[in-house]
T-cell receptor, first 113, second 108 residues
Framework: EAQVTQNPRYLITVTGKKLTVTCSQN?????MSWYRQDPGLGLRQIYY???????DKGDVPEGYKVSRKEKRNFPLILESPSPNQTSLYFC????????????FGPGTRLLVL | RKEVEQDPGPFNVPEGATVAFNCTYS??????FFWYRQDCRKEPKLLMS???SGNEDGRFTAQLNRASQYISLLIRDSKLSDSATYLC?????????FGKGNQVVVIP
């Protein structure tokens, strides 16, 4: 089944404790991105990657890192999480940047205490 | 001016009625336009693309007005299952910009 998976789905952590949210897609997509969704603010892009080893900042990259060592994986790293990073995070992929359909993962709910 | 603007609503719609809403965008060089549907904090899913000539998919009609820089979505004969948030998405410069969404609540 074609899909985007994220892990963990739910996470409660404390300020400053490094964490990684994994994202994997099995559709051989080139384009992958991370979004956060907050009430009243909608979906905002954190980082995106147009292909392996190519990443770029989105609208709200501060406090986040990403890597794209393999085509299928695009982990999101929070080196030192803070409470303002409490949010719902979505990973998405598409065949390429021009492709119409973005396939979203199921989301990761993160609470930083 | 925000990149993509939508009136969040909610739009309370009697079952069987028609509802329509617009989304405005600020970048006149935007290349592609879409409507996504999102159910209660689940992942967004593509509902339909929006073409210059307008397009229809069953009870859903999308239109684009480049001169006034807005897109619209119309839902006819609303069903209870149409209750969701509809996200306007605009593509340009290798990235997507999302609106905050129009929340639709179909009432029995």
């Amino acid at each position: 089944e074609a899909q985007v998976t994220q892990n963990p789905r739910y996470l409660i952590t404390v300020t400053g404790k490094k964490l990684t949210v994994t994202c994997s897609q099995n559709m051989n997509h080139e384009y992958m991105s991370w979004y956060r969704q907050d009430p009243g603010l909608g979906l905002r892009q954190i980082y995106y990657s147009m292909n392996v080893e190519v990443t770029d900042k989105g609208d709200v990259p501060e406090g986040y890192k990403v890597s794209r060592k393999e085509k299928r994986n695009f982990p999101l790293i929070l080196e030192s999480p803070s409470p303002n990073q409490t949010s719902l995070y979505f990973c998405a992929s598409s065949l390429d940047v021009a492709q119409e359909t973005q396939y979203f993962g199921p989301g990761t709910r993160l609470l930083v205490l | 001016r925000k990149e993509v603007e939508q009136d969040p609503g909610p739009f309370n719609v009697p079952e069987g009625a028609t509802v329509a809403f617009n989304c405005t965008y600020s970048n006149s060089a935007s290349q592609s336009f879409f409507w996504y549907r999102q159910d209660c904090r689940k992942e967004p899913k593509l509902l339909m693309s929006v073409y210059s000539s307008g397009n229809e998919d069953g009870r859903f009609t999308a239109q684009l007005n480049r001169a006034s820089q807005y897109i619209s979505l119309l839902i006819r004969d609303s069903k209870l299952s149409d209750s969701a948030t509809y996200l306007c998405v605009v593509k340009g410069n290798n990235r997507l910009a999302f609106g905050k969404g129009n929340q639709v609540v179909v009432i029995p």
